[in-house]
């Protein structure tokens, strides 16, 4: 297989086993040419990628302004803030009229789940989903699948543990996907009003005993407490206090001494120090959180690649 | 029609051994000298040329890499189906050094331009030479030629020079022809 079964990448439910495999077999390929004393290739020289960032993003856009950079794409960039969205623009008189500027590839991140589904539909391009608001985000299962299997040859049996806000998380739902679609076991972790209702159904574990997980797992992904998802209008709190959370969730070393085995730690940024994760786990040698984000260039110019591959073919 | 052999493992022998001597020639001990194999094929046929080069000159070290041209390629987009790419692996730098670039059968000059291509991404080496097993003659698309020929062959578009070597390097070449005539 050396093509994708998808003309989009909205989400890894959309996914196909063979279509990760081939997104992270790819992938190894770019990290090689992303440690070559020069970090380009031709491949899009005749593409234009539009980066459009309805929500807040400093490492998924850097990564993936680096990943269309190295590719030799040519980019442009959109923030919401800064644009005639703010002005009364709907989605798709935003996205075609960009589009009319002859763009190929529009990376997107959105805050409402599903926009760049809707878009898909509606609009005559390529998209890349770059996060849509509780819903899901792609790329970062897949950095995150690749590190993985980066570290552990095979993920085939991994007993994986996604531990925090489970509810508010597009990485926690695309990581589920993607773990279980390439073998892995996977488990989730958190406060009880955290945990989606009927997560079960997803085929993952489910504890709120964060001493208890980590006996079982030997991967911990560990999640941030998405803070600006909660409150709002109706100040709906999910736990009494920061503290309270960091005392029953917060992971420490001596939690993972206990356990007596090694056990790998991911985390997809930004970290919260001392909320969900101490500075000593955080910056252990079984952490990949920097490998994380170096893979993530190369799993980006992957997909890019690859959906590349298929414009203008029909 | 069943292939016809192009250069039989006898042969072959023979072939390897003058392409050595004559690469001894320019380039000495080849301690200025390094081999870019280009993936997925010339890597055997360098493999067999760096075995038998260090038979001959067992003091010498001979470094060769493996170069993956996919990402450079020119057709990017316009083949029928997408290439899957192979391994790269140089482990050090081109700066300033004589670099044999190495593949199986130069055809329209295409796969070496990407070669180049990618090559320098490893550095400005000072001099780039090219060395094939099978030149197919009168076929080139671009200004490129081989320094070192295994063999030179003329052949029609509809026929196929099918490299059968193993990891390293033993085998035969093979020229089969399809029916349909371009």
Redesign the interface.
């Known amino acids: 297989m ?2 994708l079964s998808v003309d989009h990448l909205l989400g890894i439910k959309y996914l196909q086993p063979g279509d990760i495999k081939l997104i992270l ?2 992938a190894q ?1 770019f990290k ?2 992303i440690n ?8 899009l020289r005749d593409i234009t990628v539009a980066n459009l960032f309805f929500e807040n993003s400093t490492r998924t856009k850097l990564s993936f302004e680096l990943a269309e950079k190295r ?1 030799s794409a040519d980019v442009v960039n959109f923030s919401a803030s800064s644009s005639s969205v703010k002005k009364g623009e709907t989605l798709i008189d935003t996205v075609n009229n960009i589009l009319s500027m002859k763009v190929d590839i529009v990376v997107m991140r959105h805050p409402n789940p599903g926009a760049p589904e809707f878009l898909s539909r509606n609009v005559d391009t390529t998209i890349i989903n770059a996060g849509d608001g509780t819903h899901e985000h792609p790329t970062q299962a897949l950095l995150d699948t690749f590190s993985l299997r980066q570290e552990l040859g095979d993920i085939k049996g991994a007993r994986v543990c996604i531990v925090g806000d489970i509810k508010h998380s597009r990485v926690a739902l695309s990581n589920i996907f993607c773990l279980q679609r390439m073998g892995a076991e996977v488990m989730v972790c958190g406060p009880t009003t955290l945990i989606p209702k009927h997560i079960e159904t997803l085929g993952v574990k489910v504890s709120h005993n964060i001493r208890e997980a980590l006996k079982w797992c030997d991967v911990a992904n560990v999640l941030r407490i998405q803070l600006e998802r909660q409150g709002g209008e109706h100040d709906v709190r999910y736990f009494p206090s920061i503290r309270e959370y960091s005392q029953q969730f917060g992971i420490n070393g001596e939690m993972i001494s206990q356990t007596g085995k090694k056990i790998v730690i991911m985390h997809p940024g930004p970290i919260n120090r001392g909320v969900e994760i101490t500075s000593d786990v955080a910056d252990s040698a079984e952490s990949l959180i920097l490998e994380q984000v170096e893979n993530g260039v190369a799993v980006r110019m992957a997909v890019l ?2 959906l ?6 029909n | 029609m069943r292939p016809a052999t192009l250069i039989d493992s006898e042969h072959l022998q023979l072939i390897i051994q003058r392409l050595c001597y004559q690469l001894i020639e320019n380039h000495d001990d080849f301690s200025n000298s390094v081999f870019l194999a280009l993936q997925p094929r010339g890597v055997a046929v360098a493999n067999r040329i760096c075995e038998t080069l260090k038979e001959i000159l067992p003091e010498s070290s001979i470094r060769v890499g493996s170069l ?1 041209i ?4 020119d057709d ?2 316009r083949r029928d ?10 482990d050090f ?1 081109i700066e300033d050094k004589k670099v044999i670039l190495v593949d199986d059968v130069l055809y329209t000059g295409r796969t070496i331009r990407a070669g180049l ?2 090559m ?4 400005r080496p000072s001099a780039v030479e090219l060395l094939v097993l099978v030149e197919r003659r009168f076929s080139r698309e671009l200004p490129i030629s081989p320094n070192y020929i295994g063999k030179s062959v003329d052949s029609y578009d509809n026929q196929r020079v099918e490299v059968r070597l193993d990891e390293k390097g033993n085998g035969k070449v093979l020229l089969s022809t399809t029916r349909a005539q371009k």
Do not use: Q, W
């Open positions: 050396s093509k077999d790819t390929n090689e040419v070559r004393p020069i970090k380009k290739v031709p491949s590719l690649y690859l590349a591959g298929e414009i203008g073919r | 993956d996919t990402f450079h390629r990017f987009r189906e997408p290439l899957a790419p192979n391994r790269t692996k140089v730098l291509d990618a320098l991404s490893f550095g």
